[in-house]
């Protein structure tokens, strides 16, 4: 992509160089027009690539020539031989809780970004993304959807130089453990707010958004204001709290799916701790889970979450999640998901390496005497663009092997039958994966 976006440069200086004047140039000449080369480069390969969360522009960034292409994708394709491609157990709460690699669905998201300066010093952006997903939880018809299309502008006041107000469509407020792919508080939807408010220890985010009507212009009636205090320095860790609030208006009775939502208010309260590449996650919702759009009436739910990563030796790392959620509902499905995930990987040289994952996930329901129970090993042959474990693209050949035991699969058409499930998955897959 860096070469794509540098031929223009290259074209322009092709040109200068292949000019009889050039010939006659002084070392001095040659030299300023090195440096001029190496300024245009700067100015295009900038550090503005994809990322879950929204991007929030630096107030001292030098802005690119022309619009940044970034996303993230995986596809790809799996060959099961027994009964089930994935593995989960029925009742999870973590999100894949028998862990992600080749135990999961393709798609991708694609954004372009247009960076631009004003007279004064004001950085604005304009981001579009859409995005493509074969599961049916991202996108309803696996075709093309807007997921976001915001502006947003920071370095507007003096004394606030890293304020940065936004408004649209956006991913907001998206944070996950990455091993389970679980969005423990998301909120993505469209609306506006600032983040960066400098506030003496840390700094502090507040916005209001409304949930996109099934990929669709508006909301659905459904809203948050949605807080962050983050970045506060304690000794060598960092702290970060979230406190979300969400609520319904009448529209929501437009929609059977939604109508229950009228009158139901909900809350969030999370802390996140940073330290050494290690996390520790606390979360309480009431009437919610994971987003405060939920708005489920007598429902509680309780996250506790450690993950991180260690770098072993120079070829050889581990990065793990260990998670407990319980959930209280109204009806008789109260649970707790416990679940771990461990990634051991080893680089035998800067493109080639070795991944293993283990997965585990026991669903404990309360008022039903039932656990179940789900355990997944992938063996991964990976290329890649580098040697440490985040360097993509990658293309990775991959073999996954599990089981689901569930003692409770919901209810028979009797409404009191308990289904029970005993699935195994086999599956031999090829793949990529990419961010940029």
């Known amino acids: 992509m860096k070469h794509l976006k540098l031929l223009p440069i290259t074209i322009a200086v ?59 994708a995986r596809y790809g394709s799996a060959y099961k031989s027994s009964d089930e491609r994935m593995v989960n157990a029925y009742g999870a709460l973590n999100g894949n809780a028998t862990g992600r690699l080749g135990n999961e669905n393709y798609g991708g998201e694609f954004q372009l970004g247009k960076i631009l300066k004003s007279d004064k010093g004001a950085v604005w952006d304009l981001v579009l993304m859409v995005d493509n997903y074969q599961d049916r939880s991202w996108a309803e018809d696996g075709g093309l959807n807007v997921k976001k299309m915001y502006a947003g502008a920071t370095n507007l006041f003096e004394s606030q130089p890293t304020l940065y107000f936004w408004g649209g469509r956006d991913f907001h407020q998206r944070t996950a453990t990455n091993l389970n792919d679980y969005f423990w508080v998301t909120h993505d939807g469209q609306g506006g707010g600032f983040k960066n408010l400098d506030v003496g220890v840390g ?67 999370a802390g ?42 120079p070829k050889s790392s581990v990065e793990y999640v260990a998670a407990y959620q319980s ?47 789900a355990w997944k090993v992938t063996l991964s042959q990976n290329v890649s663009f580098g040697p440490l474990a985040n360097a993509r693209p990658m293309i990775r050949f991959y073999t996954t092997i599990g089981n689901s035991d569930n003692e409770f699969a919901g209810y028979g058409d009797d409404g009191v039958t308990v289904q029970t499930t005993d699935l195994d998955t086999v599956t031999v897959g090829a793949m990529f994966e990419a961010w940029w």
Do not use: C
């Not at 009436?297 to 993950?307: E, R, T």
């Not at 293993?356 to 996930?361: C, F, K, N, P, Q």
């Open 327 to 373: 959930i209280d509902v109204s009806d008789d499905q109260d649970r707790a998901n416990y679940n771990i995930n461990i990634r051991p990987t080893y680089s035998w040289d800067d493109i080639n390496s070795t991944w293993v994952e283990l997965g585990y996930s026991l669903v404990d329901y309360d008022t039903i005497d039932a656990t179940n129970k």
């Open 14 to 72: 092709g040109t200068v160089l292949g000019s009889a004047p050039i010939l006659a140039a002084t070392d001095a000449e040659v030299e300023a027009l090195k440096a001029r080369i190496d300024q245009l480069e700067k100015k295009v390969d900038i550090d503005y690539t994809y990322e879950q969360k929204s991007i929030e522009l630096p107030p001292d960034i030098e802005v690119p020539r022309g619009v940044i292409f970034s996303g993230y």
């Open 272 to 313: 996140e701790l940073s330290l050494n590449g290690q996390r520790l996650v606390v979360r309480y919702a009431d009437n919610a889970k994971d987003s405060a759009f939920d708005l489920v009436d007598d429902q509680q739910a309780f996250l506790v979450s450690v993950d991180g990563f260690y770098q072993l030796t």
């Open 203 to 269: 700094q502090f985010n507040l916005s209001f958004v409304g949930q996109v009507d099934d990929d669709m212009v508006g909301d659905n009636g459904k809203y948050a204001i949605t807080s962050k205090w983050h970045d506060i320095p304690l000794g060598a860790a960092n702290l970060n709290f979230y406190f979300n609030y969400g609520f319904a208006s009448d529209r929501v009775l437009d929609d059977e799916d939604t109508a229950d939502s009228r009158g139901v208010k909900s809350y969030q309260i």
